[in-house]
């Protein structure tokens, strides 16, 4: 019975941290994920320990909503006297407050337990949970001015009705706009709100995917697009995908199924009338196909990016096994930022070019899942956002060869509420001065996505600050940029919908591709003017 238990308990917390457990327990149970009915798996309901452990511990008082209780204050909808940061609501539970009958709970819990709970309380003052991907709240969008502290705007929409999971939008120079949807193709978005069929050619994506804890898992999907900076005079659209394939390596010959890898591709769209055709193509950037992997597309990154220079970077995500497997390896490319020349070759300039032990395309490395990934044009840095397990979002400049400290430094834990404490087990050493830490951190996540340094001219007072998306917090955000810091945060649109992309087109019109469950959809910021 104990082995039973123990066994259930194991496959309990590899669910919940979504595959995120130590390496020792892997290989003390001769992990195998080939071997997995994940499908079986999948059937069992996702539960937040964190609720549990705020419950027995702190409902007493404040209430399971956590709106307070006879002998305790509210947590949420309410400031908090002694601050509001996960650390800070760390550092209130294990001082406790002695005056109001408030015990210490550091001579009752342990470290990793505080801070649990104050993630727990900081998520739901948030408004956030790991139970609820926000992509079916009610999409209702402002009616008429929104007024924010520099610039006013109204909504127009452009398009609805678009697939449930798209991920990217490039706006064309004569006012359509390409869109990828993950597990259908690329298609075109007219003027008018109508939609191309898919274009011909393109790389083949499934939509063979299932779901697992509540989230699309899948092999084979498109992801970003991009104009090549010259797109006008030499029509390069480029292409970043998981390319998949069977029997092709040593883990899909001996699993039977599919595996897939990031690949970035270019070709030219040729339209005959109606029909749109993929053509021209040529592969910028394929990985060895032995690093393909049976690991869903989800947290694959995927996002491209062009600098001045004729350099195309791109994000590989999380591909391995664990999240942690790889990322610190320089001969694998998960877990990193990769640069080439526009035509694939590789910069003489790369860090790790002379490394005969490292691709010779990585830029940087010790990423987790980055989902955007922007040039900054006024100081001629790469920028990216972060995707942490639960908390530790980040925002990251980008510097050459730089190691960004997945996993050994994050500020997020595990799922399950487990630290993030694989670096020893995995033989990792990184000295805190030779990683590179974020410009910001978000702790609760807010599953921080697509975002542009905004250089348009339709909105003066937004010019060479960031406007992010947010998945989980399904909010979009305006971040003040000073020497590289972050100096200010606005919410411009709150509780609204999961932001997927946001791309300025080449008239500076700003863009916005929102992901719903029932019908995703691209909007347009407009200046409001003094009429309106």
Not at 19 to 34: K, N
Not at 364 to 382: A, C, F, I, K
């Amino acid at each position: 019975m104990r082995k039973i238990k123990f066994f259930s308990s194991l496959i309990t917390a590899l669910i919940l941290s979504v595959l995120f457990i130590t390496s020792s327990l892997v290989m003390a149970q001769g992990f195998d994920p080939a071997k997995v009915d994940w499908e079986k798996l999948s059937k069992i309901p996702m539960r937040d320990s964190f609720i549990k452990k705020f419950n027995k511990n702190c409902a007493g008082c404040h209430g399971e909503d956590l709106q307070g209780a006879a002998q305790g204050t509210p947590l949420v909808g309410v400031g908090l006297s002694k601050g509001d940061t996960v650390t800070q609501i760390a550092a209130s539970i294990a001082n406790g407050s002695p005056q109001q009958g408030m015990p210490a709970w550091s001579e009752t819990l342990n470290e990793s337990q505080i801070w649990n709970l104050a993630l727990y309380v900081a998520e739901q003052r948030q408004g956030t949970t790991i139970l609820d991907k926000r992509n079916n709240i009610p999409l209702v969008l402002p009616d008429g001015v929104v007024t924010t502290e520099k610039q006013a705007f109204r909504i127009e929409q452009v398009a609805t009705g678009l697939d449930p999971m798209p991920f990217s939008i490039a706006p064309l120079p004569d006012g359509r706009i390409l869109l990828s949807e993950r597990m259908r193709g690329l298609r075109i978005i007219y003027q008018d709100g109508s939609k191309s069929d898919y274009i011909k050619g393109t790389p083949t994506v499934y939509d063979d995917s299932n779901l697992f804890l509540g989230q699309v898992q899948g092999l084979g999907w498109m992801l970003d697009i991009a104009l090549h900076p010259d797109y006008d005079d030499n029509g390069w659209v480029y292409i970043h995908h998981t390319d998949r394939c069977s029997d092709c390596n040593a883990l899909s010959k001996k699993s039977g199924g599919a595996v897939s890898m990031n690949r970035v591709i270019r070709g030219r769209i040729k339209q005959d009338n109606e029909l749109y055709t993929w053509i021209d193509e040529e592969i910028i950037w394929q990985a060895d196909y032995e690093t393909y992997t049976n690991t869903s597309d989800l947290a694959a990154g995927g996002r491209l990016a062009f600098d001045t220079d004729g350099h195309v970077y791109f994000s590989v995500g999380i591909k391995d096994t664990l999240d942690f497997m790889g990322v610190q390896d320089l001969t694998k490319p998960y877990g990193k930022i990769h640069r080439v020349n526009d035509d694939g070759r590789i910069p003489a300039d790369n860090p790790f070019i002379n490394n005969p032990n490292a691709l010779d395309s990585i830029w940087s490395l010790g990423h987790r899942s980055v989902q955007g990934l922007e040039y900054n044009p006024d100081t001629g840095d790469m920028w990216t956002t972060e995707m942490g397990p639960r908390g530790g979002d980040e925002l990251n400049r980008l510097v050459k060869g730089g190691n960004y400290g997945w996993p050994v430094y994050t500020t997020g834990v595990n799922y399950d509420g487990r630290p993030v404490n694989v670096a020893k087990k995995l033989g990792l050493e990184l000295a805190k001065e030779d990683a590179q830490f974020p410009v910001m951190d978000w702790t609760p996540a807010i599953a921080a996505s697509g975002f542009i340094f905004y250089n348009g001219t339709e909105f003066p007072a937004w010019r060479g600050q960031i406007i992010a998306g947010t998945l989980r917090a399904t909010d979009l955000l305006r971040m003040d940029v000073q020497d590289n810091k972050v100096t200010h945060t606005e919410v411009l649109l709150e509780d609204l919908a999961r932001f997927r992309d946001i791309e300025t087109s080449p008239a500076g019109k700003l863009y916005i591709l929102l992901e719903h469950k029932t019908e995703s959809q691209i909007i347009r910021l407009v200046p409001a003017r003094s009429a309106d």
